[in-house]
């Protein structure tokens, strides 16, 4: 049973582009989250999918858009990137329901140069 | 604003000694508590979950401790291993959500826990 995992593992890009990250959640889940990590901090929760929709959204710009698709992977976009965006991009899953786990996926490592 | 505080930022500890970190949050609405274990490269592994109806859970060497009145709730681990050596984060979570009991998760900043043989 595969995890969580995410693509790519890692990606070099420089101020004003755009980028996409993906995410696929472990099998049987159907609700994605996504957490921004910068270096020696936690983990900071941007925005959360579920049925296709943003559920929830932490405080980051319009900057940060997202989508999951029907089979509940998910995308997160970042445009006009900035050098403070460079970080680990975590993905989790969960199913829905009562005490259910969120599990990370590995992350995208992005630097912004 | 940072809902839940962490501390100590590091710690060493000798091979087999107890590992004590600790949290402290604001929202009284947070109803779930967990501890990640992140070792560098990796993503965050839950090790152990708390709910506030209960003020202790122990899953092996690993112990949360739970202090609603104060706000407040600790890992232990016991016997402390080098293998243990990475990065634990306590987490909130709380109020009904969409969807189930978990919204998003607020982490705290994180201890580097260090095991010296």
């Known amino acids: 049973d595969a995890g969580v995992t995410q693509s790519p593992t890692h990606l070099i890009k420089t101020r004003g582009q755009q980028v996409t990250l993906r995410c696929s959640p472990k099998?049987?889940?159907?609700?994605v989250s996504w957490y921004q990590q910068a270096l020696g901090q936690g983990p900071q929760f941007i925005f959360q999918y579920y049925e296709e929709e943003e559920r929830q959204r932490g405080n980051f710009p319009d900057r940060f858009s997202g989508h999951q698709f029907p089979n509940y992977s998910s995308e997160l976009n970042v445009n006009a990137l900035l050098l403070g965006d460079s970080a680990l991009y975590l993905c989790?899953?969960?199913?829905?329901?009562?005490?259910?786990?969120?599990?990370f996926g590995p992350g995208t490592r992005l630097l912004v140069l | 604003q940072q809902q839940v505080k962490q501390s100590p930022q590091s710690l060493i500890v000798q091979k087999g000694g107890i590992s004590i970190i600790n949290c402290a949050y604001e929202n009284t609405a947070f109803d779930y508590f967990p501890w990640y274990q992140q070792f560098p490269g990796k993503g965050p592994a839950l090790l152990i979950a708390i709910r506030p109806d209960v003020s202790e859970k122990k899953e092996g060497r690993f112990t949360i401790s739970f202090n609603k009145s104060a706000k407040q709730f600790s890992l232990h681990i016991m016997d402390s291993q080098p293998g243990d050596s990475a990065t634990y984060f306590c987490?909130?979570?709380?109020?009904?959500?969409?969807?189930?009991?978990?919204?998003?998760?607020?982490f705290g900043k994180g201890t580097k826990l260090s095991v010296k043989p």
């Open positions: 987490a909130a979570s709380g109020g009904m959500n969409y969807g189930g009991s978990q919204g998003n998760l607020i």
């Open positions: 099998s049987g889940h159907d609700t």
């Open positions: 989790a899953s969960r199913a829905r329901g009562f005490q259910e786990t969120q599990y």
